[in-house]
């Protein structure tokens, strides 16, 4: 392995290199753009044999994807926020047709009012479209993440796309060393890309077609049951990554000093660093806090977040509002545990969070109960 000093954008982009896909169609977007122009250049350069197609539109980015899957390579694409409402209609196609297809998505605020910067209020919204999505906290993630997402998506039991979300400029654009494996390890763990479900003319098979109300639904709980199958996929293939390079990871969740906690922060993404420094800050002055992240939100790991924070008391803090209903997170988490007792939001558009606001959503679970929504 060696050691680079790079963006949250170029880890990602290595990792795809790395995960050699035969098709990647890109239109750029701020602030993922640059995951996209270092694949261009990786395949302009001869690093990456694959076929890289500058669509005209993030609907045409998926449909390109689509379309390859379905003729049995590996794809890959990009986008973030308007562009992935504009891929939003075909984002249950190709989870309805079962193609393991893998996106990252640069988390950026929806409009209006029009905003570049990074909030999570995109993906959130897409949590019934059939994806896989998971949040990456830091650059090295990011690059692991893009491997283990081709992996897990292409599992035979699962064969569900799969997005991988990065803070908008807060991990998208901060540099930091980040370890890139060797092409003949990552080989190792991710097998030639395999797949059944293709147009095949020696064996046809029907594709994408219509069905009526009772074999639609046995296509639906079909697609669920996939989905729930992924935390199996999940667990080998940390396993295997954890043989092959040495990085351990958590499954959906990561837990940290919440067996003994009295308050847990729940989190998503890049602020989770932040706040287990705060936790531990917290420690010091004798208060029993924890932190919690998700690291996917679907599968959603509703069992262990209730057992993890059974007993506790929870504040869910998230980078979205929900017009009308609050935050997407913690009405997830709420739904399985009585233990979340206030939804912090912060973060929208891309405004900071200090370290005090997490020290005052701590504060506000000790010494307020009573309050249920927090505006940081």
């Not at 929870?314 to 997830?332: I, P, S, Y």
């Amino acid at each position: 392995m060696s050691v680079q000093f790079i963006s949250g954008n170029d880890a990602f982009a290595l990792g795809v290199l790395l995960a050699k896909p035969a098709v990647i169609s890109a239109y750029p977007i701020t602030p993922q753009t640059v995951v996209v122009e270092r694949l261009s250049e990786y395949v302009a350069d001869g690093l990456l044999a694959a076929n890289f197609i500058h669509v005209e539109s993030e609907h045409s980015a998926l449909s390109c994807a689509i379309g390859a899957s379905a003729a049995g390579v590996r794809t890959f694409t990009a986008t973030s926020s308007q562009g992935l409402l504009y891929m939003a209609e075909c984002l249950p196609y190709a989870a309805g047709g079962r193609f393991p297809i893998v996106m990252m998505n640069a988390n950026r605020a929806l409009a209006l009012p029009w905003n570049i910067y990074g909030d999570q209020s995109d993906s959130l919204s897409q949590l019934s479209c059939g994806w896989i999505q998971a949040y990456a906290e830091n650059a090295q993630e990011a690059l692991d993440l893009a491997l283990m997402a081709f992996r897990i998506a292409e599992d035979a039991r699962v064969s569900v796309p799969f997005m991988v979300n990065l803070d908008g400029f807060h991990l998208t654009h901060t540099y930091e060393p980040v370890d890139v494996p060797e092409q003949e390890l990552a080989d190792k763990f991710l097998p030639e890309f395999q797949t059944d479900n293709k147009i095949d003319f020696d064996k046809p098979v029907n594709m994408a077609f219509s069905a009526g109300p009772g074999h639609n639904k046995q296509f639906r709980i079909a697609h669920h049951n996939a989905m729930l199958r992924a935390f199996d996929a999940i667990a080998e293939a940390e396993k295997d990554f954890a043989d092959i390079f040495g990085r351990k990871y958590t499954g959906a969740l990561d837990a940290y000093r919440t067996d003994d906690a009295d308050f847990v922060l729940v989190t998503l993404g890049s602020v989770s660093g932040l706040a287990r420094s705060v936790a531990d800050e917290l420690r010091e002055e004798g208060i029993r806090a924890g932190v919690l992240r998700l690291r996917y939100i679907r599968p959603f790991p509703g069992k262990e977040i209730a057992a993890i924070l059974n007993g506790k008391r929870a504040a869910v803090l998230e980078k979205d509002l929900a017009a009308g209903r609050g935050g997407a997170v913690f009405t997830e988490v709420a739904s399985v545990t009585a233990a979340a007792t206030l939804s912090a939001i912060g973060g929208l558009g891309g405004e900071d969070i200090p370290a005090a606001a997490i020290r005052g959503i701590f504060k506000t679970l000790a010494d307020e109960p009573e309050t249920e929504v927090l505006y940081l």
